[in-house]
């Protein structure tokens, strides 16, 4: 070993001799297999430290299961389907896609995707990430392509995907439709308006709006029936100001009584009581929005205009004819799009939806059957679903995406489906071959729309499936594969990605898509803000830091969050995986010398007290470790083989045998073959417990020191069972932290008369009132006598009034009492 750890050269050597020998493939890690659906990164430029910091976490995961005898399966994908793509390759190509064949482009991104796989493959493998890169897949690929609308084609013979005109939620600045999930919640300023319409009889009827921009599709005003103050009214119409037409006055339960004026009007659409009302009231559909988010041409002055324009221009029209009363300011929550941030419409289109409504607790139930880590982001899960008030519409107005296998026929407006076999398709480039099946018609048009992403990466425990089989199957078609083992994933997209799984392997074969779920949180910035790469924390990118740490310092910060929480990023947690790291070699370079003549690795007849006490150690230290990490806490896990090496081993049993290492002459050759062997043995657990977070430097000690003797390639591929053996000797705690109190309190009275830790003692006189340990201490006065430097040692059955050191004719004698300090 060098005296100096290269982490550039040792990360280099041995990220190469992985790849080279497929350390990390199922093939070469035989035993149960343990699957992992990861989580694919959104290709749509480089990545960043929040990626880094959970992507991690996993790979501290896959790591200890392998070592723990499991066959992992850790596949790779990258999404490239969907809008951060398109706009990705749009830009960096100078192209426009929606001027191009759809496949045309899908190609033109397929081949970016494989470049930035290529960049972001090359980074997870300089943090170490054991993915098994021979399997990998995209989200646009054919593959995909071919599962995601096998799915639809089945569920919708299932009668679980239907297709409808329907009010929509609708993204005018993104021009789709979007669905609930999408949905953010921000609360911005506004105003109360109160607007007076007008009676048959001419008296103003005022109603209070903070959307007077929806006057134009205003279909009726509404009342509670319990309200007396317009029980008159029912029947009768008014008029809407400006626009000078009549609507329905109604009677509903649903208006709220003390809102406002106590009378609404519905507008075509403002919100989702509009939808209600409009669907109950059997209303008509006034359109005032067009899809690029412009009032249309039938709405006057407002024409042209954008919302926020279309307000003020309203507001001052009304004021122009008195017809507003009054204004109040308000803050209030609007639903915004989670993409571009902008406030959501809704539109009357024509578009597919997922029936998620119907199945809302067979949704539950079977979150019932998973395990959450941590288990509180459960009752997200299920809050979430318990609060759905709308389908989940998969339709998205948009060029790049997957197709719906679909045509329509414009005469009886029968749905016609691809066959499974013409998998994947795109109507609007294979015109459909044949006559309507229901009318005879041939006026055959292609559906238009694409999918929600959302619709495929809910899928990718089928498209794992097909990439660990290496078999073309279709979803119902995997078999046991499903449940997966794991899921990884953030917490912001429980709503969104842990859903619309769970809700897949439901409708498609009535199962759980993976027994655990493994939720992480995000990296904050100094303002708490979370970090994205669209943001500027250019000294966080992973490539910055990289160059300024080794990348097992950037894992070992990794895994300081606590499972499930935000973290802020922290540089002294990186000084501290520095320190750690610099430790771990200069320690193994202190016992390389001691364990390099251990040649039998059997054990040793006779230990000794503090042998059998460092290994009965190791051995409640790695079952608590074992114990956090099957709860996928791998932080509380670190902190158990933290604490042991530091302390127990570096700071004390180091210490303790230092001597008899170096003076092998004064112990018996049996004392010195029991400490070696410890050693080396001690020195293989430590390195397996810490192999899962800092796999590089574990790897190059491991080889160092161990791998021609123990004959297994790499660190990661030996196994916690074989080494990890049980030990247990009770007895010898007592006496073992007894010799440690005994030299603890020999050094720091030599450092409080700031003599040499070497400095000799004449004598040393160690009191105590238990008899049976003052019979046992003497067992090991070899081990005394070497660490506290002491000539003359007796023991007394007692407790001494003084106790410190004293000088006598240049000579040190020291009187400790052992009862005084706490086990």
Partial sequence: MDKRYDHL?????????????????????????????????????????????????????????????????????????????????EKKRNIKGYQLPRSEFIHICLEESALAAQEFKHLWQRMGISADWSKTYSTISAQSRKITQASFIELYKKGLIYRKNEPALYCATCCTSVAQAELDDKEVPSFFNDIAFKDQYGTNLVVGTTRPELLPSCVALLFNPQDDRYAHLKGQEATVPLFNYNVPIIADELVEIEKGTGLVMCCTFGDKKDIEWFKKHNLPYRQSIDLTGKWGKDTGVLAGLKVHEARKCIIQELKDINALMRQKEIVHSVNIHERCKKEIEFMLLSQWFVNVLALKKEFIDKADEIEWHPAFMKSRYVNWVENIGWDWCISRQRFYGISFPSWHCANCKAIILADIDQLPIDPQESAYNG?????????????????????????????????????????????????????????????TWAFYTLAKTTMHQNSIPWRDIVISGHVLSDEKEKLSKSKEHKALAPESLLSRYPADVIRYWTASGSLGQDVAFSENQLKIGLRLVTKLWNAFLFIKEHIQTVDDLTIPAHLGTLNEWLLHTATSTYADYQKYQEQYEFGLALNQIEQFFWQSFCDNYIELVKHQLFNPAFYTEQQVKATRWTLHQI????????????????????????????????????????????????????????????????????????????????????YSTDAVLLELLPLSENLIRGVTHATDILYIQGHSDTQGLQNSDSLWHATLNLDNKKE
């Fill in 683 to 766: 020195g293989l657990r430590i390195l397996q417990m810490y192999a899962p977070y800092v796999p590089h430097i574990t790897e190059a000690i491991y080889t160092e020191l161990y791998k021609n003797q123990i004959k297994v390639d790499s660190i990661h591929q030996t196994r916690f069972s074989e080494y990890q053996k049980a030990f247990v000797y009770s007895d010898s705690l007592h006496l073992a932290q007894q010799i440690m109190n005994l030299a603890a309190q020999v050094r720091k009275i030599k450092t409080e008369h700031q003599l040499s830790l070497k400095t000799e003692l004449d004598s040393l006189k160690v």
């Fill in 9 to 89: 050269l040792s990360e280099q050597k041995s990220q190469h001799y992985w790849n080279m020998h497929k350390t990390y493939s199922c093939e070469n890690n035989t035993g149960p297999l343990y699957s992992i659906d990861t989580p694919p990164p959104t290709v749509s430029g480089s990545l960043h430290i929040g990626h880094i910091f959970s992507y991690t976490q996993t790979d501290i995961v896959a790591r200890y299961k392998r070592m723990s005898g499991f066959s992992v399966f850790y596949p790779f994908g990258f999404d490239d389907n969907g809008l951060p793509t398109e706009r990705y390759v």
């Fill in 435 to 495: 006559v309507c099946p229901d009318c005879k018609g041939s006026n055959i048009t292609p559906d238009t729309d694409v999918m929600d992403t959302w619709n495929t990466s809910s899928l990718t425990p089928y498209i794992c499936a097909n990439l660990y089989s290496g078999k073309d199957e279709l979803p119902w078609q995997v078999g046991d594969f499903i449940p997966m083992s794991m899921r990884p994933q953030a917490h912001d997209i429980i709503r």
